[in-house]
T-cell receptor
Framework: DAGITQSPRHKVTETGTPVTLRCHQTENHRYMYWYRQDPGHGLRLIHYSYGVKDTDKGEVSDGYSVSRSKTEDFLLTLESATSSQTSVYFC????????????FGQGTRLTVV | GENVGLHLPTLSVQEGDNSIINCAYSNSASDYFIWYKQESGKGPQFIIDIRSNMDKRQGQRVTVLLNKTVKHLSLQIAATQPGDSAVYFCAETYVNTDKLIFGTGTRLQVFP
């Protein structure tokens, strides 16, 4: 997919452990987003970034933090994973605020046991 | 797949028929709408978009209709093909927000 890579693609972790998911883009897009996808909820926004070191919360940000130290990388961290954070996580990028030239990654399936 | 077994409304159509997928949105201030297609194991893929100053927009085999009066959006797929089988999401956003809000999705199943 258009220059956006998520890693890892699958991860199983234990409750209470820290986990970091990475989103890497080669499109030089300004905006990057983290969504989670769960049954019955569709995709919900966790956090997003509108530039290097510029981030903001989405609708389900509790228990998550993010960092963006360079344009191409947006990291999502679960400081202490809980079973409720078992989900599929998607990263998205867009060229501007208006979601033009927007692309989603392939997703990361995270299981917290 | 990555759709994690979503309990979604399902539309079943025969190959070659037309499909209509509906979406109700909640925010009357929303002024930009996007339809996404999500195949198993993949991320959402852009299909077509429409701005609030339009009622209809056509793409290749797809048409989006917007009724702002009742806050309703629909996606029409002409001559549905097996490759159209996927989950379809509508999403909305509005001026001066960075956020794209997704609907819960509809699963389209195409049978021969």
């Amino acid at each position: 997919d258009a220059g956006i890579t998520q890693s890892p693609r699958h991860k199983v972790t234990e409750t209470g452990t820290p986990v970091t998911l990475r989103c890497h883009q080669t499109e030089n897009h300004r905006y990057m987003y983290w969504y989670r996808q769960d049954p019955g909820h569709g995709l919900r926004l966790i956090h997003y970034s509108y530039g290097v070191k510029d981030t903001d919360k989405g609708e389900v940000s509790d228990g998550y933090s993010v960092s963006r130290s360079k344009t191409e990388d947006f990291l999502l961290t679960l400081e202490s994973a809980t079973s409720s954070q078992t989900s599929v996580y998607f990263c998205a990028i867009s060229e501007d605020q208006g979601w033009t030239e927007a692309f989603f990654g392939q997703g990361t399936r995270l299981t917290v046991v | 797949g990555e759709n994690v077994g979503l309990h979604l409304p399902t539309l079943s159509v025969q190959e070659g028929d037309n499909s209509i997928i509906n979406c109700a949105y909640s925010n009357s201030a929303s002024d930009y709408f996007i339809w996404y297609k999500q195949e198993s194991g993949k991320g959402p893929q852009f299909i077509i978009d429409i701005r609030s100053n339009m009622d209809k927009r056509q793409g290749q085999r797809v048409t989006v209709l917007l009724n702002k009066t009742v806050k309703h959006l629909s996606l029409q797929i002409a001559a549905t093909q097996p490759g159209d089988s996927a989950v379809y999401f509508c999403a909305e956003t509005y001026v001066n927000t960075d956020k794209l809000i997704f609907g819960t999705g509809t699963r389209l199943q195409v049978f021969p």
